[in-house]
């Protein structure tokens, strides 16, 4: 059923019978329902609801022509990305305190630590992440990253980030690997490449230890080093780089992100706000 709501009906004081309804009453219809707030999705809902009332007219004879057949629906809108604040970032990258003999830190935590820093200092995808061979780190501080359609980018990652991989490198990854070999940087305690779903409940709980109260996953992170690099005045097209992006229209949706969050502070911070 569609409601018609409180909407201006002056425009259809002419209608006397079903055939005298032409496109713009229903696009005034439509309008009246935008400006009430109604989604794209419900919007799209009453079209599809229209356009099914008047062909089954048509079918039955009662219509001349459909006024509905013209209607076109909206495009589904983007659901603005889940994204970390820069002290949450801070709090999630805090460096494990457990420490070992000879105050070393455990495995383990020092490799969940690396993935985390990375994983923030690159923006990539967590199917990068869990790839990463040990050549694709070179000591200058960049990142080969074999992409989506084994598209490679070279991706810089900063001196807080560096110093945590060494670290891992260093000291972690050795007595995880026991001996073992393998071209994975990232490895289990078994020596075996990390799953996507094993860093998954890994990015979880660290955001519960650390008092995060949203559930994130690993995507958020990529979110947040991109909204945070355009907060802080990087260029699209450099972030759409760094991500790996074919359609710079898809690196955009992180320029609504930023634009929602200046919405945010200006009403709550300018005094007519």
Same mark, same amino acid.
């Given at each position: 059923? $569609? ?10 004081? +002419?209608?006397?019978?079903? +055939?005298?309804i032409g496109p713009e009453h229903l696009r005034a219809y439509l ?7 109604? &989604?794209? *999705?419900? #919007?799209?809902? *009453?079209?599809?609801?229209? @356009? ?10 009662? =219509?001349?022509? +459909? ?43 020092? *490799? ?24 694709? $780190? ?14 490679? @980018? ?7 980030? @560096? ?6 490198? #260093? ?15 990232? $490895?289990?305690?078994?020596? #075996?490449?990390?799953? @996507? ?6 990015v979880r709980a660290s955001a519960q230890s650390c008092g995060i109260?949203?559930?994130? &996953?690993?995507? $958020? ?15 699209? *097209?450099?972030?759409?780089?760094? =991500? ?5 229209? #898809? ?23």
């Amino acid at each position: 059923m $569609v409601d018609t709501g409180d909407i201006d009906t002056s425009n259809i004081s +002419n209608i006397n019978n079903i +055939n005298d309804i032409g496109p713009e009453h229903l696009r005034a219809y439509l309008a009246a329902s935008h400006r009430e707030g109604i &989604s794209s *999705r419900s #919007t799209a809902r *009453r079209i599809s609801t229209l @356009r099914a009332f008047f062909r089954f007219l048509e079918g039955e004879q009662l =219509l001349k022509h +459909n006024p509905a057949a013209l209607l076109d629906l909206p495009k589904p809108g983007h659901a603005l990305p889940k994204v970390l604040s820069v002290a949450e970032v801070e709090l999630l990258l805090t460096p494990p305190a457990h420490q070992g003999r000879q105050g070393q830190q455990a495995p383990l935590a020092l *490799r969940n630590h690396a993935m985390l820093h990375l994983l923030y200092a690159t923006g990539m995808r967590v199917s990068e992440l869990v790839k990463l061979p040990v050549a694709a $780190v070179n000591q200058a501080g960049h990142l080969r990253i074999l992409g989506k359609g084994t598209k490679e @980018r070279l991706v810089p990652f900063g001196e807080a980030a @560096r110093q945590t991989m060494a670290l891992y490198i #260093t000291q972690s990854r050795p007595r995880l690997l026991k001996r073992r070999r393998s071209d994975f940087l990232f $490895v289990t305690s078994r020596g #075996t490449a990390m799953t @996507r779903l094993r860093f998954w409940q890994i990015v979880r709980a660290s955001a519960q230890s650390c008092g995060i109260k949203q559930e994130i &996953s690993p995507h $958020v992170l990529r979110h947040s080093f991109a909204t945070h690099l355009l907060e802080h005045g990087a260029d699209l *097209r450099s972030v759409q780089l760094m =991500l790996g992006h074919t359609d710079i229209a #898809t690196t955009q949706i992180y320029t609504h992100v930023d634009g929602a969050r200046l919405k945010m502070v200006h009403r709550k911070f300018h005094p007519r706000g």
